[in-house]
Structures are given as structure tokens and as C-alpha cells.
């Protein structure tokens, strides 16, 4: 890459029932404030909804737009045919809920020239539009929420396991074969940690910023958690080392909390101080993430952090083994699967 011009970018993004953000985020995407070329690839999965209209719309309207088909609706097929689609030397990864920043694209751009990192990401800024969003928003910004997750958080800028979509060299996706498709979930961490595998840089920086609509119930959050859980365990079972306390704190306190109601009936009041313990926490943790919000978004706080942690917890507890063998017999290697 070089200051005096411009690289040319492909954004790729798997879509799925999508027709509440799809035009929005396509919109922020064509609307960046960059000098290089650029071209938008959507990757279509078998939605219920007017999803694939309105992506029909979006390249009539404008012939940067192309589609190419995702039968399966699985994510990791949907970026990888998008990958294989496009043709430029810089991928940015866009999600059909995201909305970028003006000057992401360029910002990225600049980072991975500055950093020489395989892949650059930022902060996932989630943002609501109804009191429930607004709650998950504020949950999903909360160090009690996430952890130390610096692209929910925010942080300094430097060196990540892993960060919120990418932007990504095409000569690093195409030496890593692209996704993994086996994993439904976590698809992004697992890439991540090849790439830094074979001694590429992952590089968070707060100056890229993509706005994220949060699930729009609380069923639609517990699955979501839930599979995050399933498949991270996956992720920490093909790829024995890369997990972290962070990742084994939503199950503890599951299995904590269980324990104590268990004692609670069954041999001593006291029991409960846990799960009573963990509701406080809750609730006191709510009260700085809430600030702003009105009362009707606050009360739910409590709510959407409970869902994120327990559902995140029963999917790490429940994962079965049988999904890291069938990842590691679906690539055709030898690489154990740690308990």
C-alpha cells in the first residue's frame, strides 16, 4: 500500500433476514469518505423476509452493489463466497446490522499501513431504538456486562486477540483459506487466533467505530448468548490454550448461582447469599450503565445482563465435544481437542 493512492476495497457482508438494516448499513457503506475504489458484496442466506428485494433494489441502484448466494445461511459460508467474489486487495467485513462510521474505511486503511497488521477492528458500538435495545446497549457496553473486552469497552489502541468484524489483508484470508466453516459461531475469534498462529498482528484501535442494533427481545438475546457460549468452548477445544478467565466467568457464576439456591432448599437458608449476592451485583452494576437512559430502559438492564451471562454460560457448559471433533475432522488434521 502507499499514501498516494488509494487501495482499491471489497465489503463483504452475510445477510439474513435483514430487511429492517439492510439499506441503512449498505447506505453507510456507500457513503464513505474514501478516495479509493470500492465495491460491496452481499452474501444472501435463505431469508423469511424482503431481505433479498431489497438487496435487488440496492444493485439497480448502484452498480458498486453485487450478490452472490448463500444457501446454507450459515455466516462463515456467507463471508467466504463473498470473499471469493469480490476482487480487491483490502476486505472490510460489514455485518447487515452494522452501521460504519464516515471515515472507517479510510481510518482502517491507514492502520493497517501504519500498524503492517494482518487484520484492524474497533469498537462495537451498540445502540438501541426501543427501551429493550437500549437496555441490551447499555449491557453490552458494561465492563460487568463483557469483561475487559476493549471492542465493546473501548480502550487503548494496540495489539488484540481479537476484534469486532476486521479489515483484513486479502493476502492473509486467502493464506488462511478463509473461514472456517464449521464454526456457526465465533467464527471471527477462531480466524483470529490462526492469524496470530502464523505470526500476523491483530490490531484494535478506538478510532474505528461500528454502530450495532442489539437482538430485539429478550429470546432473540438469550440464543444469540447462548450459541456465543457453545461455540467459544468449540473454539477453546480445537485450539487447546486460547482461553482466557474472561471466557469461564459466566459459567462459574452459572454454576455458582445453582450451587447456592441447590444449598438454599436443600440444607441452609444461607444458601441463597449467592444468587441473591449476584442479582445485587446486577442491579448496582446497572445503575452507571444506565445513566441517561430513561426509567423504562434502566429497569431492563438487570434483565438483558442476566440473559447475556446466564445463556452465555448454559451454551459454554452445555457445548458438546462431539462439535470440536467434527470441526477437526471436517479440515482434515491432526489437532487434539482439549477437555
Known sequence: MTRSVAPAVSVIMPV??????????????????????????????????RTDEIAAELVREDSRVHTVPNPTGRTPAALNAAIKASRHPVVVRVDGHGMLSADYIATAVRLLEETGAANVGGIMHAEGENDWEHAVAAAMTARIGVGNAAFHTGGEAGQAETVYLGVFRREVLEQQGGYNEEFIRAQDWELNFRIREAGGLIWFSPELR??????????????????????????????????NPRYLAPPTALCAIAAGAVVGVAVTPWGFAVPVGYVAALVA???PAGKGLPVAAKVRIPVALATMHMSWGWGFLTSPRKLAR??????????????
Open 16 to 49: 439474513l433476514n435483514e430487511e429492517r438494516h439492510l439499506r441503512t448499513s449498505v447506505r453507510h457503506i456507500l457513503e464513505q469518505e474514501y478516495d479509493g475504489e470500492l465495491e460491496v458484496v452481499i452474501a444472501l442466506g435463505p431469508s423469511e423476509d
Open 285 to 287: 452494576g446497572s445503575l
Open 326 to 339: 467434527h470441526v477437526r475432522a471436517s479440515r482434515g488434521v491432526a489437532v487434539p481437542v482439549a477437555d
Open 210 to 243: 461500528v454502530s450495532y442494533r442489539p437482538r430485539p427481545s429478550v429470546r432473540a438475546l438469550a440464543k444469540q448468548y447462548r450459541n456465543y457460549g457453545r461455540w467459544r468452548h468449540v473454539v477453546a477445544r480445537y485450539h487447546a490454550g486460547s482461553i
